[in-house]
């Protein structure tokens, strides 16, 4: 397997109990990189963010957006750091297109 | 698991907000007090604006951040409700509520005066840095909006982006408009 994929999702809890689809996935390559869910878009203006355990942070980017630049059009990927094990907060924005609203997703990652 | 792989577990999530299940302004009855604005940092404002100096005015809070699309697109709506009924007793207040942590750039004054004038937004703005006002009125979605009465009460709320004389903006138009007559 090239590239090991689990994930991870913007509901957790909720798809746990069989809730809404998730938001998001993401996918461990390296890079890591960001899947949205049909319909979901990604805020490309403000760049979705791995807060490490350290203090770092990185930030997801893709060359694509859409031409208003408000949203990715090509999954945002970011290189990992790839030596010990590594805790973080995922942080992106999220702009379901039927709802019209931006919203904050949160999670806890570690690897 | 190969060494050229990196496996995320996710630990805890949590999202900010649930699944919207209305977009449309909803009407809340008759009204409840209006929480007191407590922002220190103002601009399009010679001082910090508070709500008990503004009876007798029609409120609409505007809540939003400029990284926002659907908060941007919508701001042209709100411009013109503004150039409409200001003279007539509206008064329309950002409030403008960072998502990310600052190192995102959204706590900055300096980027949000310069999105201010790239929208050209008259009306005065918050900088609720500290979700304060968000927290108080229970704000969960950009952009999200309260409208007040006269008398200090949210009559009406809602969210979700809109755009010039589509039918949330009429919607909102009408529900102004019934404000400033009573």
Redesign the interface.
Known sequence: MTKFVLLVLATLAVAACHGPPPLVALEAGPPLRLVAAPGVRINARLKPALELDDGTVLRFDSPRVTSDSAYFAAAPTVAAPLSGRRLGTLRLSVCPSGQRICRLVEMAVAW | ??N??????????????T??AL?SAVPSGGGTPAPELTNTSWLNADRPLRLSELRGRVVLLNFWV??????TRTVPSLVAYDRWYRERGLTIIGIHTP???P??G?HDKGNLARALARQGIAYPNAQDNDRRTWDAYGI????SFVLIDKRGMIRYTG????HLDDADFRTWDQRIRQLLTE
């Open positions: 698991m190969r050229s792989s990196i496996g995320v577990l996710l630990l805890a999530g949590v999202v900010a907000g699944t919207a977009r400029f990284t926002c699309g659907n908060c998502e990310f942590p190192y995102a959204e969960r979605y950009w952009p969210y979700g982006e809109f």
